[in-house]
């Protein structure tokens, strides 16, 4: 299985403060991976997909870059409703494999 | 608007089975790929396994023994078995749809999912 480790486990930011998570794959994966967010008691939703495309409906505060086995998620300017948990998963090769979560809390 | 919706016991006694139906509403099923996800409480998202409309499915191989994805056109769900539960099985229960990011591009990303669904094993 290809694992993903993401980075760091949780952070504490401030509304307006630039914000990278990034995530490793084991193995290469071109630009199998996507973003998720997800608040407590919700589902995933998609934010990034093909390492840096932008999901229909998505804020362009959020970007995404990579290729290979290193990859970064951006918010440039935090918002109120960005504190979530950002997950990365790779579909190059099942098993689809998830990140362990970057939890994004208020300072 | 395509929506996913989970159903099915929320609670399994260690042994038995795990059965889970996703009805899909706002689109044909007749498309694309559909997974199902799971989420211990605290924890990651694992992957299950999918199902293409072909009927084609593939497994996460740490549950691959335990675990068929069936699909039903004719009623527009497709529905998870997960065989000889233990507490360990015990999570959310998502279904989400997969589909390629477009033309020539063979990444595929989860774009709609289920609300999702505890599923306690316990007796």
């Known amino acids: ?85 950002y997950s990365c998963q790779q579909s190059y090769t099942t098993p689809w494999t998830f990140g362990q979560g970057t939890k994004v809390e208020i300072k | 608007q395509v929506q996913l919706q989970e159903s099915g016991p929320g609670l399994v006694k260690p042994s038995e089975t795990l059965s889970l139906t996703c009805s899909v509403s706002g689109g044909s099923i007749s498309r694309y790929h559909w997974s199902w996800i799971r989420q211990p409480p605290g924890k990651g998202l694992e992957w299950i396994g999918y199902i293409y409309y072909s009927g084609s499915t593939k497994y996460n191989p740490s549950l691959k023994s335990r675990v068929t994805i069936s699909l039903d056109s004719s009623k ?10 233990t507490a360990a099985d015990t999570a959310v229960y998502y279904c989400a749809r997969g589909i390629y990011c477009g033309a020539d591009c063979y990444s595929i990303l989860l774009d709609h999912w289920g609300q999702g669904t505890l599923v306690t094993v316990s007796s």
């Open chain 1, 1 to 85: 299985d290809i694992q993903m480790t993401q980075s760091p486990s949780s952070l504490s930011a401030s509304v307006g403060d630039r914000v990278t998570i990034t995530c490793r794959a084991s193995q290469s994966i071109s630009n199998y991976l996507n973003w998720y967010q997800q608040k407590p008691g919700k589902a995933p939703k998609v934010l990034i997909y093909a390492a840096s495309s932008l999901q229909s409906g998505v804020p362009s505060r959020f970007s995404g870059s990579g290729s290979g086995t290193d990859f970064t998620l951006t918010i440039s300017s935090l918002q109120p409703e960005d504190f979530a948990t």
């Open chain 2, 76 to 85: 527009n769900q497709f529905s998870l078995k997960l065989t000889s539960v």
